[in-house]
């Protein structure tokens, strides 16, 4: 057998071991969990944004709270904003790729609502663009980012940057972190009675 498969199980293991050691961290997973039940219970959205395999991960939670995560219950007001590749084409076309992110929350998102924005680096100029206008108009920001933060970390509300500099260890904490916040975020907004 590869050592490379075992070794890269204990590096994934240790970056969340690294999390659960960490008692602020886990309680600022709460708070993210939090910000959000209170912007869906205010009749809120929660916008996801990220690119390549940090866009999947971003589809992956809008989907586990606007449809089900652990239960059948009503959905949740959650969309990734990569979703249209019509809007995507059109505007990283005539207005760039950096903005297509924060045209589509200027029209689409309002005072209360949370965008959460998932990178590795933290440094994705169209999530930073989109964190322009989340300061303009009055709505939260949770970061899910590497060990650094990198510019993300000066614009969230909520930095959840998961202490490795290994991208695939990263995304492999993102989704981990994405699904306690979605299971916490079901049980408080649809309270399941035994």
Do not use: W
Request: with cysteine; glycine share 8%.
């Amino acid at each position: 057998m590869s050592p490379r498969i075992s070794q890269s199980i204990s590096q994934s293991i240790a970056a969340k071991q690294a999390i659960l050691d960490n008692a602020d961290f886990l309680s600022r997973i709460e708070q993210a969990a939090d910000m959000i039940i209170d912007s869906l219970k205010s009749g809120g959205k929660i916008h996801f944004c990220g690119n390549g395999g940090s866009a999947a991960d971003a589809q992956h939670l809008a989907a586990e709270l606007s449809g089900r995560f652990y239960y059948d219950r009503p959905p949740l007001n959650a969309e990734a904003l990569h979703c249209n590749t019509s809007y995507l084409t059109a505007v990283g076309n005539d207005y760039g790729y950096d903005y297509i992110f924060a045209r589509l929350l200027r029209g689409a998102a309002k005072k209360g609502d949370v965008l959460i924005g998932i990178s590795t680096s933290g440094n994705s100029k169209n999530i930073l663009k989109a964190y322009d206008v989340c300061k303009e108009n009055g709505i939260s920001i949770i970061s899910l980012t590497g060990e650094t933060g990198g510019a993300m970390k000066d614009y969230s509300d909520i930095l959840l940057n998961v202490p490795s500099t290994d991208t695939p260890r990263i995304q492999e904490s993102h989704i981990m972190i994405g699904h306690i916040i979605c299971e916490l975020v079901e049980s408080a907004m649809f309270p399941k009675t035994i």
